[in-house]
């Protein structure tokens, strides 16, 4: 697993180091302020949940759920979000600026390090929220088009996986 994540503070003056751990029942409660409530009866159902947190004090910063998908040889990430302090869709809306940078590729790359480690190479598969979001990930991550009928599916393949992971090494 990767031992070296990290995120950025809003002015990328400061590298925050980050752990990921399974999630709690008090991090899922801690949503209440959230685009997603992850305590509502879907969020409960969605498997492998894990909070990203601040290495130093434990602040929450992220939640994501993944599945391991032994047919497709990927690891499928659910659903993944930011906390209400770093959630873009939020801060366009209430105003504000993001205290944290990262947040979204420091789940990815921790992901990608479970596909690797089940002996998918890093391949990651999951569905952008957004247009703006399908943009920022095909740019930013490397992601391409799994689909022609859903130009929201998208996947990683194992060298961008790599060129994540090798971020954080």
Do not use: C
């Amino acid at each position: 697993m990767l031992e070296h994540l990290f995120v950025w503070d809003y002015d990328f003056s400061e590298k925050i180091p980050v752990t990921v751990s399974p999630a709690s029942p008090e991090d899922l409660e801690n949503t209440a302020d959230w685009q997603t409530r992850w305590t509502s009866r879907a969020a409960r159902q969605m498997p492998n949940k894990v909070a990203l947190r601040r290495a130093d004090d434990s602040e929450l910063l992220g939640l994501m759920s993944y599945e391991l998908d032994d047919n497709g040889l990927a690891v499928e990430i659910i659903y993944l979000e930011s906390a209400g302090h770093s959630n873009q869709n939020l801060l366009h809306s209430r105003g504000g600026q993001k205290k944290y940078i990262g947040i979204a590729k420091a789940l990815f790359a921790y992901a990608a390090s479970v596909s690797t480690e089940a002996g998918y190479g890093g391949v990651l598969y999951f569905k952008a929220k957004t247009s703006e979001l399908r943009e920022y990930y095909i740019r930013t991550f490397g992601a391409m088009p799994l689909s022609v009928y859903d130009p929201f599916r998208l996947i990683i393949w194992e060298d961008a996986a790599q060129t994540i992971i090798a971020e954080y090494q």
